[in-house]
C-alpha cells in the first residue's frame, strides 16, 4: 500500500475502535479525546508502519511538527497518562490482530502469479510501471497511462489481504 492508504487504514481503525465518527480525526477541535487518539493514530503510524510525518500531518489536517511532538511524549504520555495508555493499548492490540492475519510472499514468480490470477493484467503499450513489493518478493506490472488506473484498482483488490508496497514509476 502507499503511506497515504495505511494512514487512512490506521485512522479509520482508531475512530472505529474508539466509537468516533469516521474522519473526525481530521477536525480542528482539541477536546481530550480527539487528541489523544491522534496521537495514538500517529504514533502507531511511525512506529509500525514508518509512515513519513508529513503523510500523517496531511492526513490529520496538522503541522508534521506535531507529530515529532507525538513520538517524543508517548513514552510520558503512556508512563503517566491513564486515557492515554488506556486508548493506546486498545488500538495497539486492534491494529495487532488485523496486522497478523495479513500474509507476505517469498518468490517473485508466485506473487506475479498471484497478481496475474487475480484480474492484473499487462499491457502491450508500456508506459508507466507499478512495483510492487510483499515481504521478499518484488514485482513489476507494466501498464499504459488509460489502464493505470483500473491495474492500481485491481492490485489493491488481489493484495487486500497481504502485506504490500506500491511504487509508480515512470518509464521514460
Do not use: W
Request: proline share 2%.
Amino acid at each position: 500500500m502507499t503511506e497515504e492508504l495505511n494512514f487512512k487504514m490506521i485512522c479509520d481503525l482508531t475512530t472505529s475502535v474508539l466509537n468516533m465518527p469516521k474522519g473526525s480525526l481530521a477536525l480542528r477541535s482539541r477536546k481530550r479525546p480527539l487528541q489523544v487518539a491522534r496521537a495514538v493514530a500517529a504514533y502507531i503510524g511511525r512506529l509500525e508502519q514508518n509512515i513519513h510525518r508529513t503523510v500523517i500531518g496531511k492526513e490529520l489536517n496538522r503541522d508534521r511538527s506535531l507529530i515529532y511532538h507525538y513520538e517524543n511524549t508517548h513514552k510520558h504520555n503512556y508512563a503517566t497518562c491513564l486515557v492515554y495508555r488506556n486508548t493506546f493499548n486498545k488500538v495497539y492490540a486492534a491494529f495487532e490482530d488485523i496486522d497478523k492475519t495479513k500474509k507476505t510472499f517469498n518468490n517473485d514468480d508466485v506473487l506475479k502469479s498471484h497478481l496475474l490470477q487475480n484480474g492484473v493484467i499487462e499491457s502491450q503499450k508500456v508506459q508507466v510501471c507499478i512495483e510492487i513489493k510483499s515481504g521478499e518478493a518484488v514485482c513489476i506490472i507494466k501498464t499504459s497511462y488509460f489502464d493505470f488506473s483500473n491495474q492500481f484498482e485491481n492490485i489493491k483488490f488481489a493484495m487486500l489481504n497481504h502485506h504490500y508496497k506500491i511504487k509508480i514509476i515512470d518509464t521514460p
